[in-house]
């Protein structure tokens, strides 16, 4: 369509204006007026995070813990969606609607206008259908409110996304590995067909009823089931974190939520991309399918591929370099780095959210280690407020969107079915993957912690993004409204509902810290906590470990499936930890003694001189505890296994734990959140060290 | 021209497309491929500053002081200007040129394309000139990697500036406020139209020799003289503050760059508002002269008010809340009502930037006071950040632009004068206002030190920003040209020649220390150094300071200009101190020792239980210390005040200098860094204490 030549033929028509300067002032002034407005409509949402902000203070001073944060960011965002809907008499904006000029060829991104002889520039910014050209006619003010839907994408979900990798860098993350990656991945895709499916059926039924004026295709149905499979329990973990609920069930539940959303991206990427050669474009093709599960692998792999590697090119570069010594300059260029992830994943035509996640969990693991101490601390402030203040930025809109967004379509049996199949199609991915993994893990998900997951299903920032990206056909506005109605729901009723729930379920809450300072300080800051919490010995489901257990002879039979599930994992683990992180990270043993004696010279080359004394002083900054010498037996629940069990990585009691190496230790205050579990490779000997589930 | 029924009558022509689908695919291939661009274009200034960061490190490793990172910046964005512009074959972007279209009516912001039946929405980007439209045609990629002018104003620059006020809380600051705004106001006004009239002179000798091929007129001049009368010495406030130079110069510099920044601003608006009604628009007009003297006075007051108020209304928040218990709530607020400042600025039409400016200002006097640490922090931590990115993006922007840029005008005989001009307006605000201000001040500006300020006159971000803004006639492309080269010139070779010039002026210098990190340190949380300058005393120009000495007895007579120049800021310094601040802030003291006995009520209900408590220990976070009782004697050089001369509001040795309340010290190590001026007022006591000058 883009022919060269065709563009070449300009036409330049002018027309004569009687006053020239005239002209240019009015031009002026409606520039002028156009950037007020804008910064008006900004300001109006910063203003209302303001609001958030202060409602939340007053929340959590009363220890108010039935509306979550981005709950009421919502109902303020509501609050001026009324407003601007129906305060605002709507004539005083009846008076704007854009001319409109014709073009043969197809739209191009800039476009001249010729204006008796001025040439003005103008840039494409989406295709709008009859329907919203009336509604530019009827409300210009509510239309300008509106962000461009790629505003979420390209700037609001990536710190989102790179904070929530940033924080995975969890031990209970890492035991529970095997259970997250099933849910996400399978998980997540057995949901997206069962909400397909399921919405295939009643759209079926509308049109049986006459409900659906417009098309509604199969591969609409499996979008919408793509959308409506990203889980966001952000109110629910919050609540989690505040009354230290069970760590193992936190891990599992953010550690889903995080890597479904990767996986929920890349699905409704793929399904966009079925597109079925021949006439009907709309029925099962084989080759199409596989193509789409080609691209769904391709852009995954890619996009965690660009994820990882930018994540180790900044760990190499914060390894060779002593960029420590200027906290500012570490911390610039940590941003960078993780911001040209993004940049790097969209130019290559991959997805930049999921490489901005994989990019955030390789630098918690590896570039965390290099940095100063100054700069943990920067960085991981940084990449907080960022969160907080786009989380709540798009919940907000969220709020807004529902009276300001112009092309709701409110179908009541499709939401009907839609909040059905949810919950369906959640369930479907909860009970029968936890009925599976429970044949492998030793330490069984029980089934009130099934429950709490299945009620943890939120739907949040993610599921909102990727149905606002393409509102342009009557199916997609239909889900778009529905989704938002989903959040609602789920946020308001479920998040809410959280505390209830959890003493309903038995589920096991630690004791409340003193204030909510001591909280937030502990959870960035200190990694163990022994004994947080106390009642735990009197809940029976506290039993709910999966264990790392190595090849040691204190292993104890009867788990063979879960250790062979460990295998790969262990091996991955160690490889990692002898080779990955002496020659990335200044932490980590040094390599001269993991590498064999033939690499010697090579392994001295790469070790720095911190290894040494960090191998010397038992410190690890990943807390990854490493005890070479002595064979320490310890008695944990009824199994001895060799580990020291008392918190290894603790920051704090680092001193004490110095010269108890090779000793044997009782270790009375040992219960479950402080257990240590080992796995013997090679000489070293890994202690998964206690580590609080912030 | 707007008539809205003109826009009523649209008029949608529809053209018939052979293959709807195939369109839409071309359409959406065309805006990723836009998308991708965009990322590839940032992609690159990300990867420009990574590798600047990375030179500025081993810079700084190397203890390389001749170039500082804007400079390198530049450089780099010069290497990458001449690749873009040379390095790749222009041909392959030959092929797109915008297609245009014709209107009768005035831009508007807002214009629907109709494509086959398709509505597109196109928002305006500018206008273009003629000669533009054919660089179009020539090379896209240059165009495209050209960012918006605005980007600078409402997203580069807010972060630089509000840094800069919120980093001028301190002594030396406050102690050369009368000199700083002197040379801000009136030396910026002077400097403005001594180089607009010189450049008139060079513009009327380019007609002459037939130079000139295109309108230039007074009006242009004088807004060449505002651009280049905006001083931005970062390079040498580094040289400066790494060399620990004399602090009273270094404030004098940097309170001067800060605020003329803000001058320079407000009087290019003011400049383009005149507006002479007639025939001949560009001759004098007393009453449209006035009228812009009228818009220079109210957006700077307008602006300086909205800043204050925000600032005033953050303080009050974070006074009246319990906010300082949840860091992270309170950063965002910070953040966001810092920005909402800017805003709510250019909501009202006035001058975001500068609004930005002095609400640093004021949420550094008070917010801060009011913060938790971690949020005193955070926020310090958080606008560095964001400055550095911003101010180096800025700099290595301008390497590109030389190259990329598609209408620069190089008048050697323009670019010439300039040179001349800008050195030249910079000596007649310099030296007359110097020798002004020294029959007034009692510390002397030496010549040296006039000298020093006459050196450090570079140019750089604001002035950038303001001749970027605007390059549509042929007069404002000239001066963008002209503007860019005067940066590169002034950052490299007065930049590079800071430390010689220094050494060659004979101005003192600290020790250097031991290392960058410490430094860092020191600069952001050290607010005192006793003895930091042991050479100080070997140099006779060391003397130069303004006493803002109090109206108590020891006060030796010979200076009544400058106690009475003082007298309107002792004024202000009393009523903020014993009423604004404890009103705004926990630190001060209580109000009800400030306020007469009738007001008791009012002043326990507004007085905070911490005042009390930092009234008792005389603690004073803004590091102003009270001493309430007790007259301490105290010799330093050759004259006795009654104020404890060492170091108040030091952090560290607080609690020394408890017991020392009712003592006399000797304080031999006295020297003119640590010298303390008090001023007696109302039963309070006023010790200026020392702060590092960061």
């Known amino acids: 369509v883009l022919i060269p030549s065709l563009f070449l033929a300009l036409l330049y028509v002018s027309c004569r204006a009687e006053d020239a300067a005239m002209e240019e002032l009015a031009t002026e002034k409606e520039a002028e007026e156009s950037h007020r407005q804008d910064s008006v409509n900004l300001l109006t949402f910063i203003l209302l995070l303001t609001l958030t902000i202060l409602t939340i203070w007053l929340f959590k001073h009363r220890r108010v813990r039935f509306l979550h944060e981005t709950g009421l960011a919502m109902i303020y965002g509501l609050l001026v969606g009324v407003i601007l809907r129906y305060g605002i008499p709507s004539t005083i904006y009846h008076n704007k609607t854009p001319p409109s000029c014709s073009l043969k060829e197809g739209p191009v991104s800039t476009l001249l206008l010729n204006v008796s002889g001025k040439f003005f520039e103008y840039t494409l910014k989406g295709e709008i259908n009859s329907r919203e050209i009336h509604n530019v006619e009827q409300n210009d003010m509510l239309r300008k409110v509106t962000f461009d839907p790629e505003v979420f994408f390209n700037i609001l979900l990536p710190p989102i996304i790179f904070h929530a990798g940033y924080s995975l860098k969890k031990r209970h993350f890492f035991r529970n590995l095997g259970s997250i990656i099933t849910y996400a991945f399978l998980g997540t895709a057995i949901s997206c067909f069962v909400i397909g499916n399921l919405m295939y059926g009643v759209v079926k039924l509308m049109q049986a009823v006459g409900q659906l004026t417009d098309k509604f295709y199969y591969t609409d ?377 033939c690499c010697g010279p090579l392994a001295r080359c790469l070790t720095s001189p911190q290894a040494y004394e960090n191998h010397e002083q038992l410190r690890d900054t990943d807390s990854d505890l490493i005890l070479n010498d002595g064979d320490l037996t310890l008695t944990y629940g009824d199994t001895a296994i060799t580990a020291n069990g008392a918190s290894g990585g603790h920051d704090g009691t680092r001193g004490e734990w110095g010269g108890i190496n090779g000793k044997t230790e009782a270790a009375p205050e040992r219960d479950s959140e402080a257990r240590e579990h080992e796995t013997t490779s090679r000489g070293t000997r890994l202690v998964f060290p206690v580590e609080d589930h912030a």
């Open 221 to 597: 149905c499996l979008f919408f089931g793509a959308i409506a499979s990203a889980t966001d329990p952000v109110t629910v973990l919050a609540i989690f974190n505040e009354l230290h609920a069970d760590v193992d069930l936190y891990a599992l539940l953010f550690g889903e939520s995080v890597l479904n959303d990767a996986v929920a991206i890349v699905l409704s990427s793929s399904i966009v991309a079925y597109q079925p050669s021949g006439t009907n474009t709309h029925t099962f093709d084989a080759s199409a399918f596989f193509k789409s599960v080609g691209v769904f692998l391709g852009i995954f792999s890619g996009s965690f591929a660009m994820g990882a590697v930018t994540g180790v090119v900044t760990a190499l570069i914060s390894f060779f370099t002593k960029l420590h010594c200027f906290p500012l300059l570490e911390t610039a260029l940590f941003f960078l780095m993780s911001w040209s992830t993004f940049l790097l994943a969209e130019a290559c035509s991959f997805t930049g959210v999921v490489a901005v996640l994989f990019c955030g969990i390789t630098q918690a693991h590896y570039t965390y280690n290099n940095l100063s101490e100054e700069s943990t601390k920067r960085t991981k402030q940084l990449f907080e407020v960022l969160h907080f203040l786009a989380e709540n930025f798009i919940f907000s809109y969220m709020g807004l969107a529902l009276f300001t967004f112009q092309n709701h379509i409110f179908s009541p049996i499709f939401i009907v079915g839609a909040f059905l199949a949810i919950f369906i199609g959640r369930a479907s991915n909860i009970y029968p993957l936890s009925f599976f993994l429970n044949l492998g893990r030793r330490h069984k998900i029980s089934g009130n912690f099934q429950h709490m997951m299945m009620f943890a299903g939120l739907r949040g920032a993610m599921a909102f993004a990727l149905a606002i990206r393409d509102t342009a056909t009557y199916a997609r506005q239909m889900m778009f409204t529905t989704t938002l109605l989903i959040v609602f729901f789920t946020v308001w009723v479920f998040g809410g509902g959280t505390t209830p729930m959890l003493s309903w379920l038995h589920i096991r809450v630690g004791s409340t810290l003193e204030s909510q300072e001591e909280e937030e300080r502990a959870k960035q800051w200190q990694y163990v906590r022994v004994g947080v919490d106390p009642d735990q010995d009197l809940q029976p489901i506290g039993d709910n470990f999966q264990v790392l257990q190595g090849d040691g002879p204190q292993h104890e039979g009867g788990s063979k499936t879960k250790q062979e599930s460990a295998w790969l994992f262990r091996l991955w683990y160690t490889f990692d930890h002898n080779y990955l992180k002496p020659i990335l990270t200044h932490s980590g043993p040094p390599l001269t003694t993991t590498l064999p004696g």
